[in-house]
């Protein structure tokens, strides 16, 4: 049981990382992502490939993290002056996109049979068990870092006005800003920590294979964020939370429940899961713990 909420404890926090990035780009900036599972492929094929050719685990991380950065800049730069609209359907077609490179170049990826094997952080030293521990750890740490560096941003000059491009782009372009130019970099960092969630990810479950990284994921992450609320930090701990507990703890309503099959189930999780968020959107569009008032905090 132990190592059971240990595991979910790390997924909660993987996640947790992705959702940051994609409220950075949507709560807080007004991005439209739909695609974003596709920098978290990346991130986590990075990691993957360098750490199979003794690349010490550090450095994967760091190259993880810069990648779909970089991944991220030219996608900015031909998308970001077209309205948001465009930004979404874009996104999910590079997601897709990602995903058929990882099928067919097999050379690199070993396509469909995913890559198997993959080293992970600090079993070497520490033990699984141990490892896993110290791994949740340093997720944790992770994510006050990120936390407190989204709430640097958020009041830093740069904050105030991705919110206000995300509140008025009009109004800012009058004063003489390029909102292109900081929607872009708000997208590089949200896509950063996407692919360093990927890494995380990659390496706790020491198996990756393009059907990790399916348009589902991208929407799991929205969930999140919309339930809790995109434009507060405290919003995406919980939404995340909420999400990730439902989803593994209702793995178990076969014990309870007789006669449902697998499949049953699955949809009933499904029809769950999208009857929260189409409540939610009904009568709590802020998100669960966002005032009518506000945006970005």
């Not at 434009?231 to 701990?237: H, P, V």
Request: proline share 4%.
């Amino acid at each position: 049981m132990e190592f059971y909420l240990v595991a979910i404890s790390i997924s909660i926090l993987i996640y947790m990382l992705m959702a940051s990035g994609l409220a950075l780009q949507y709560g807080f900036t007004g991005l439209i992502n739909f695609g974003y599972v596709g920098f978290f492929a990346i991130g986590a094929y990075t990691s993957a490939l360098l750490s199979l050719k003794g690349v010490p685990l550090p450095l994967c991380l760091i190259a993880a993290t810069v990648l779909p950065a970089l991944a991220a800049y030219p996608l900015g730069k031909v998308t970001l002056r077209l309205g948001g609209d465009y930004l979404a359907i874009i996104t999910l077609g590079f997601s897709e996109s990602v995903r058929m490179v990882l099928q067919k170049e097999e050379w690199l990826t070993r396509g469909v049979h995913g890559i198997p094997g993959l080293p992970r952080l600090f079993t070497d030293w520490a033990g699984t068990g141990s490892g896993d521990l110290t791994l949740l750890a340093l997720l944790l740490a992770v994510n006050v870092g990120v936390f407190a560096m989204m709430r640097y941003l958020i009041h830093s000059p740069f904050g105030r006005i991705i919110a206000s491009i995300r509140d008025n782009e009009v109004a800012v372009r009058a004063l003489g800003k390029d909102p292109t130019s900081f929607k872009t970099r708000s997208l590089m960092l949200g896509s950063a920590l996407a692919g360093l969630a990927g890494a995380f990810q990659a390496h706790y479950v020491t198996f990756i294979s393009p059907e990790q990284f399916v348009p589902l994921i991208t929407f799991y992450v929205w969930i999140a964020i919309i339930l809790g609320g995109a434009g507060r930090i405290s919003g995406i701990i919980v939404g995340t939370v909420i999400l990730l507990t439902f989803l593994e703890g209702s793995r178990f309503m076969r014990d309870f429940v007789g006669g449902v099959s697998e499949v049953q189930l699955a949809s009933v999780r499904f029809w769950i899961i999208g009857m929260a968020l189409i409540l939610t959107v009904l009568y709590r569009p802020q998100g669960l713990f966002a005032d009518k008032t506000t945006g970005a905090r």
